[in-house]
Structure formats: structure tokens, C-alpha cells
């Protein structure tokens, strides 16, 4: 099984790509991108005339680290014509790329796998002898070209790009014995019995062979949602509705996700948002990460009395049970006799139960599921090397919910002083508690108390120090800062800045040890946004500042302010979406030796401990550096 990466179901994907021909250099081929019953159609026509002959489309550039892959997977339908992948980023000059290429058999659905190893360095078609290899966690963009000297119409269809995971098992089994050599032997040989084994389709072959071996060895919540995944990866959408079906029925959350999006999609089955509302609601309540944001984004396109037919069929709905299972609980597989990936999709839905992202239970070793491993070891005192082994899967059968659901977050006292609490129902920021706004335009409305700023680009300086006197500057450089830290942005590039920042802020006296709790809402994809605590009369000066930048890696970052210098001491390493239309639950933690966290809707983004500022904390200050927000409420807690 892989890692989505790309997939056309989503209507929005197709919009995301853009066509460059020959035309740029003078030839009339045209090509272009298309989305057409739930794949991406990448057809047109080549010419030679005019010394050209290639078509291409290009992805949006998007940011991805890759590095705990092996390759990337294509779900396609060729026409015997040669493809090529295109990856792009900063390794080479403007205008190269690192291509792999690709000739799917004409009329037949198949996966084509293309490992890191099978891209080269090219320019214009020339490769780059001197080139360094890709490097996956560096990669910006992604493309199609088709150039192979042929005239004619063409058409590739993409149902989704994904990636090939790596066996990070293959040292650390969990004691399962290695298959035979003859049961890999037969689904290879029947394949090739099946497809011509000629020039490049000797990998597409291996690859699917492969795939299907792996998806058969997964094992994750029933074999009934296992069936699901292969009828769905094949778009053979009415079977996967059937074992998809069998699975929910009796409360596997991943299915009823699963089955919110045929609903949702009408694939497989009449388009129905009644049920796909149902089905999300329903594997939301059983803590699938991304149930409740489907289910939300749905609810935006359905009426009143929609939402509240699927909310009654949810409120109405049981679990069917087995014969086997009303007499005892449900069983889990023996830690010793599971496969490599099996393992690792157990691992992910232990951890995905005890609260953390551990991403979908699918057996694939990424980088969320390292991330939730090390979170988790962090929680228990345990040695965090991200590791998934027999062990740790031992450990977390035993742990219970209660026992990690809210792991080590400072809890406040009983006793507890509330030093700020503000939903700003009476209307006016300016009374109880009184704020003060140092720049640009804050209004109080119904949701809350907002900020409109606008941004403009400008080119990054060379280099900045921050000034408590010269506060329209300090926004901008923690930016550039984060940006320049994370290698994102290098001198001489284009930042967006904003033309009047809006900065408020409101005394609030509380000990170095507090609990900041805040619901925010962001409604535009510019700038950034700081919020945090500062010491003494400056609110632009000392303290901490957690600093948001939509669509950007870090997507959060922790920055310390002393005396007109900024250090990051710590970052949440992927990007944080919250411009959804809805509002967003912050908390904000730090006890009396440092240690801080910062949960996002639940989800712990940054761990830390920093003594750099030891002092009590004067107050609060927000600084819209360019975008829309809203702050619906805050309390600031001893």
C-alpha cells in the first residue's frame, strides 16, 4: 500500500496544474491537464514542426520531503506512447529537472513504480553527468512531459501519485518468519504471462507484482477493509463499497471513512451526502484524525435539514456484531506472527487510539508515523529513536487511554489565578479588559475581535536586528529568521510583507508558569500571525511569541525575543493549514521548569524546555503581519 501524495478524486487537484509546451519555443504542440471521471487526463497532440515535439504540464509548487521513501508510485492508463515524471528543486540550475521515464501499456490500469534511483539529472534533454542524485526530502515540484520524437495525439490518465514506502523492518522484525522464495515467484511470473515484458515495462511489471504482495500482507482492521483498499486502488469502486461496507458495519473507523468518501465522491453508488455526512460523523466518534474535518467540509455544501438527517441516522446507528464477537472482545493478532508492514499498521492504530497522528493505519512507515512513535516515546521517558519494533507494540497494547490521552501537559492548580479571560461578547476591546491597539485597525463583531492587513512582496534582507523601538520591524525579521532557519527562503528572494501591521495588546500579569488557552480563526493564506506573552513595559520586546505563516514549512515556530535579538527554540515541521473556516483551539503550557507545549485542535505540534526567560510576564500582544484573523476568545491562566 502507498502514501497518497497526489490524488484526482479531489476536485480541486486538476485546477493545481498548468501547461507548458512548445510554443515557448516556437513548435505547435499542445497538451494540457484535465480531470475526468476522478482521474487526471494529461492528452493533447505533438508535432515536430518547427523543431519542436514535447508537451508538458506542471504541479503548483508544493514542498515535500519524501526521505522516508524509496520511490514514488503511479496509478495510471497509458497509450504504449513514453512518459516522463519530472521532479524539480534547488539541486539544479533553473530550467533542469530530474526525470524518470515511464511507458504504460495502451488500455490497461496498472502501478507503475519509479524508485528514487531511476531518476536522472536532465536539461533540455541532456543529461547531467555532473549532477548530484535527487534528494527526496528536497523536492518542490512536480511534472509531466511526454517528448518522444513521435507525432500524434496522446493521452495518459493518473488516477494518484503516491509514494513506494521503505521497510525500515527488515532489522527489526516483529518475528515473523521471511515467506518463501516460490510464493514472490508465481504473481511475478503470472504478470508477465499477462503483460509484455519488454524495454521499461519489466519495472511496471516487478512494480505491480509487488504492490500487490505487500497489499495482501498488510493486515489492517479486517480483512474486509483490506479487500476494500484493493477494489478502490483499482477504482473498481461497487466491490470496494461492499467490503467497505461489511468492515463499518461493524465499527471499523477506517472503513466508515472509507465510505464517507464514496458517498461523498458517488463512487460506486449514488452520490449521497446524507450518508457520507453519517459515515464521517461516525469514524470521527471512533477518533480517525481526519473524519471530523471531512465531515465539517462537507456540512458547507448541504443544507440545514441535510445535516440534521445524517446527524439523527448517526445518533440512531449500532454496530452489527458477529456470533464470534458477542461472546468475546475483539481480537488482535499475536505480535509474533505478523509481517513487517503488518506491524506497523498495528503500531499506528494503537497510537492513533491513544491520541496521537500516527496518519492511516496502512502499514506504511512515513514520517507521521515516526514522528507519533517519538512523541509517544518522549511521553513515557523512553529513548526516542521513532523506531517501530515488537517492543514498543507490546508497550502500547498495555498502555490504556487515560494513561496517555493527555500526556505530561502542566496542569494549573486548583487554586489557580485567572490573569486574563476574554470572549469579547460585550461588543468593545477597549473595556473589561481594557486593550490597546499600537498600530493598524482592530473591530470587535460577532465572531469575535478581527483584523484585516494586507501584504505586499519585497526582497528579503541581507541581514536584521530587532528593535523594541521600531516594532513595524520585528514582525518581518522573526519571519525572515524562520524562513532563513529552515531553508526556506534565501537572501534576495521575496517575502510577503504587510503594508500597516496590526498590533493590540493587554496587561496581564501572570507567573512564569501559566496555561494560555485561545480559539483563532484565519481566513486568508498571506503573512503571519504573532501571539504571545511579553515582560516589562514593552510589548513589542521580551517574551515569547509562537508566530504562524500559513502554507509554509514550519508552519509554527516557538521564537524567544531578549533585548532586540530573536532565537527559535523550537518548530512544528509541517505546514499548518487553519484557513478552513473554522476556529481553532490553541493551548499553550509551560511549567515552573520550562518545559512548554503547544496543542493545535488537540494535536501537540511543539514540545520543548527553555529557561531563557525566567521572569513573571506583563501581558499579552497579538500582531496580524498580514492576513485575517480572528480571536474569538482567550483565558491566561497561573
Request: hydrophobic share 35%; aromatic share 6%.
Amino acid at each position: 500500500m502507498t502514501a497518497r501524495l497526489i490524488d484526482f478524486q479531489h476536485a480541486d487537484e486538476a485546477p493545481r496544474w498548468r501547461a507548458i509546451n512548445d510554443e515557448v519555443m516556437g513548435g505547435i504542440s499542445r497538451g494540457g491537464l484535465h480531470q475526468e471521471d476522478g482521474s487526471g487526463v494529461f492528452s493533447g497532440e505533438t508535432s515536430l514542426e518547427n523543431n519542436g515535439g514535447f508537451a508538458s504540464v506542471r504541479r503548483e509548487p508544493e514542498a515535500m520531503d519524501l526521505s522516508d521513501a524509496s520511490g514514488l508510485v503511479l496509478y495510471v492508463r497509458g497509450d504504449g506512447r513514453r512518459y516522463q515524471l519530472r521532479l524539480r528543486n534547488d539541486q539544479l540550475p533553473e530550467g533542469a529537472a530530474y526525470r524518470a521515464l515511464f511507458q504504460p501499456a495502451a488500455e490497461e490500469w496498472q502501478h507503475v513504480a519509479l524508485p528514487w534511483q531511476e531518476f536522472e539529472a536532465v536539461f533540455r534533454g541532456r543529461r547531467l553527468a555532473d549532477a548530484p542524485p535527487l534528494d527526496p526530502a528536497a523536492i518542490q515540484q512536480v511534472g509531466f512531459l511526454i517528448a518522444d520524437r513521435r507525432p500524434g495525439p496522446f493521452r495518459l490518465e493518473v488516477a494518484w501519485l503516491g509514494t513506494m514506502d521503505s521497510l525500515p523492518f527488515r532489522q527489526t522484525r516483529l518475528g515473523s518468519p521471511p515467506r518463501p522464495a516460490s510464493s514472490l515467484i508465481s504473481p511475478i511470473l503470472m504478470l508477465r504471462m499477462t503483460f509484455p515484458s519488454t524495454g521499461g515495462m519489466t519495472v511496471i511489471i516487478k512494480a505491480l507484482a509487488l504492490s500487490l504482495i505487500l497489499v495482501g500482507s498488510v493486515g489492517l482492521a479486517s480483512a474486509d477493509y483490506t479487500e476494500g483498499m484493493r477494489y478502490y486502488e483499482r477504482q473498481e469502486y461497487r466491490q470496494a463499497l461492499q467490503e467497505f461496507g461489511e468492515a463499518a458495519r461493524s465499527g471499523d473507523a477506517d472503513a466508515q471513512y472509507m465510505l464517507g468518501r464514496l458517498h461523498e465522491a458517488g463512487n460506486g453508488t449514488t452520490q449521497d451526502f446524507v450518508q457520507a455526512h453519517k459515515w464521517y460523523n461516525l469514524a470521527a466518534a471512533r477518533g480517525h484524525r481526519h473524519a471530523a474535518e471531512a465531515r465539517d467540509s462537507l456540512a458547507g455544501r448541504m443544507t440545514t435539514g441535510q445535516v440534521a438527517e445524517a446527524q439523527q441516522a448517526t445518533r440512531g446507528w449500532e454496530p452489527e456484531e458477529s456470533p464470534s464477537s458477542q461472546a468475546t472482545p475483539q481480537s488482535r493478532p499475536d505480535i509474533e506472527t505478523l509481517s513487517d508492514r503488518q506491524g506497523v499498521a498495528e503500531i499506528q492504530r494503537e497510537l492513533n487510539r491513544l491520541g496521537y497522528d500516527a496518519g492511516p493505519v496502512d502499514g506504511a512507515m512515513g514520517s507521521r508515523t515516526r514522528n507519533a512513535i517519538r512523541e509517544y516515546q518522549a511521553d513515557q521517558d523512553m529513548a526516542q529513536d521513532g523506531r517501530a519494533t515488537a517492543d514498543l507494540l507490546r508497550r502500547l497494547r498495555e498502555a490504556q487511554k487515560e494513561e496517555v490521552a493527555t500526556p505530561s501537559e502542566p496542569q494549573p492548580e486548583t487554586s489557580s489565578r485567572v490573569a486574563l479571560n476574554d470572549d469579547f461578547n460585550d461588543g468593545n476591546y477597549r473595556r473589561d479588559p481594557p486593550w490597546t491597539v499600537l498600530s493598524g485597525n482592530f473591530e470587535v463583531d460577532e465572531n469575535g475581535l478581527r483584523s484585516i492587513v494586507e501584504t505586499q512582496r519585497t526582497t528579503a534582507r541581507e541581514t536584521r536586528r530587532l528593535s523594541a523601538e521600531r516594532p513595524e520591524e520585528i514582525g518581518l525579521a522573526m519571519l525572515e529568521l524562520i524562513l532563513e532557519q529552515t531553508g526556506n527562503t534565501r537572501q534576495g528572494e521575496d517575502v510577503s510583507i504587510p503594508v500597516e501591521p496590526a498590533r493590540i495588546f493587554v496587561n496581564a500579569p501572570v507567573d512564569n508558569a501559566f496555561r494560555m488557552e485561545l480559539e483563532l480563526a484565519s481566513r486568508e493564506r498571506t503573512g503571519s500571525l504573532e501571539l504571545g506573552l511579553f515582560q516589562g513595559n514593552r510589548p513589542n520586546g521580551t517574551g515569547y511569541r509562537l508566530v504562524y505563516t500559513p502554507g509554509s514549512r514550519p508552519g509554527l515556530s516557538l521564537v524567544r525575543l531578549i533585548s532586540g535579538n530573536a532565537e527559535v527554540v523550537a518548530r512544528h515541521e509541517g505546514t499548518l493549514d487553519l484557513e478552513d473556516g473554522r476556529f481553532h483551539r490553541m493551548v499553550w503550557t509551560r511549567d515552573e521548569n520550562g518545559r512548554m507545549q503547544v496543542r493545535v485542535d488537540d494535536q501537540r505540534l511543539i514540545r520543548v524546555q527553555d529557561n531563557g526567560l525566567r521572569d513573571p510576564f506583563q501581558g499579552f500582544m497579538l500582531a496580524n503581519q498580514g492576513g485575517d484573523y480572528t480571536l474569538r476568545r482567550i483565558r491566561l491562566e497561573e
